[in-house]
């Protein structure tokens, strides 16, 4: 079994309340744990390297979106940004 660590070391919120930071935190949190502990994301990862920044296409997330589904859409598309 492998260990992935993954280390945000600022996250920035920009156009979202100040109130739902932890909220968003606690999202994007929850879903990164699902995402990496897929076992195909190891492989993905793997093949990635050491990479210092991950680019990711736009994140589209719907205007009616609680702070915790704004964390996990989020999540969802760096997930996304790992590759298929």
Request: avoid cysteine; proline fraction near 6%; hydrophobic fraction near 40%.
């Amino acid at each position: 079994m492998r260990r992935v660590v993954v280390n945000i070391d600022r996250l920035v919120l920009k156009g979202f309340r100040f109130e739902d930071r932890h909220a968003i935190a606690q999202g994007l949190q929850e879903q990164l744990t699902r995402l990496l502990a897929d076992p195909g994301m190891v492989g993905r990862l793997t093949s990635l390297g050491d990479v210092p920044r991950l680019r990711t296409k736009a994140i589209s997330i719907p205007g009616e979106a609680n702070p915790r589904q704004v964390g996990q859409d989020t999540a969802n598309g760096i997930g996304e940004g790992v590759g298929p």
